[in-house]
């Protein structure tokens, strides 16, 4: 005997078997309503790649970036184009948005033509950016305010992640919201963790690009050296990456600093903006972060050279000179 709210697997099978699902006793309820009306906002190097992810998932999509031509191939495989933030976000169920910097995020989620405005109550609300803790708690706020669900959920995985549906997804927010919006975050990515309430996914990415500095910056460091001692790039990333020394960054970026390959998966840009916000968080708690203070250091003269466009891997440049 089953009672009412007790959770009941359903099946059944005429001539082959089909999937299984459940619903709840007595009222016949899902257990998760599927929602399908999403908005994305934000169409760049992993926005672009999101967005495909969600709609070979069945999704049906909406998208908004600041410019339309650079959209042209993802409006041609499905996705509707809309002209405002506003337009995109309207009658979404749930909105989504990957921009560049803090003051980006600003400016799509509040006034009178951002989401927090113009999104239908009950929506859920997800900024992917790589943004300031502050900023996701003020955002949760004003989106709770006005019968909305916040969460922030930056990534990381890169490029690379983004294509394959195998970013990893910190997430900050209500664990209901996180719960609803878990179907979604598993069309994009492959860990998916609730990091605690509004901030804390950002908290937990700053954290990430904290430990990618010094990564990045020792890959640096052992070819440079390796090269300034005739050594075979190439041998020796075969040699060391499966090793003690091996790393994301040795794996992905060192055949790529060995070659000159500087083409952006994540701009030098955005990891300077990453890296200040880290720095920013840390000087409030009191916290000296001395590698993580040279590498932003490096990048920065990079940027101060017209190098900011480069990939993460172009920091190798600054110990060529």
């Known amino acids: 005997m089953f009672r009412a709210g007790d959770t009941v697997p359903f099946c059944f099978s005429l001539t082959a078997p089909l999937p299984c699902f459940t619903i709840k006793a007595a009222g016949m309820r899902k257990e998760r309503i599927e929602m399908n009306k999403i908005a994305f906002i ?12 969600l709609m070979k998932a069945g999704y049906s999509l909406t998208i908004y970036s600041r410019t339309k031509a650079k959209c042209e191939d993802v409006i041609a495989e499905g996705a509707v184009w809309a002209d405002t933030v506003a337009d995109c976000v309207r009658d979404a169920e749930a909105v989504f948005s990957i921009v560049g910097y803090p003051k980006d995020v600003e400016e799509v989620y509040f006034g009178d033509g951002g989401i927090i405005s113009n999104a239908q109550p009950g929506a859920l609300i997800v900024d992917m950016t790589t943004s300031s803790p502050a900023l996701a708690e003020r955002i949760w706020e004003a989106g709770k305010a006005k019968g909305l669900r916040p969460l922030d959920a930056p990534v990381t995985g890169g490029d690379t992640g983004a294509k394959a549906g195998t970013l990893s997804i910190l997430v900050g927010g209500d664990k209901v ?7 979604l975050f598993q069309a994009m990515g492959k860990i998916i963790v609730h990091m605690g309430s509004a901030g804390a996914g950002q908290h937990a990415k700053l954290a990430n690009q904290i430990a990618i500095a010094g990564a990045l910056s020792g890959v640096c460091e052992a070819l440079t050296y390796a090269r ?5 790039l190439d041998d020796l990333l075969s040699a060391i990456s499966a090793g003690a020394a ?3 960054q040795m794996q992905s970026l060192g055949p790529k600093m060995a ?18 916000l880290s720095v920013e968080q840390s000087e409030t708690i009191g916290l000296a972060l001395p590698v993580l203070t040279q590498v932003l250091s490096e990048c920065r003269s990079l940027e101060e050279a017209g190098l900011g466009d480069l990939g993460t891997q172009g920091l190798i440049r600054y110990y060529e000179k």
């Open 228 to 232: 300034a001692n005739g050594l075979n």
């Open 177 to 183: 919201d996180f719960d609803a919006c878990l179907p």
């Open 246 to 248: 091996g790393s994301f």
């Open 42 to 53: 934000g169409v760049g190097i992993m926005g672009k790649s999101m967005v495909r992810n």
């Open 259 to 276: 070659v000159g390959d500087f083409a952006p998966g994540f701009i030098m840009k955005h990891f300077i903006k990453d890296m200040k």
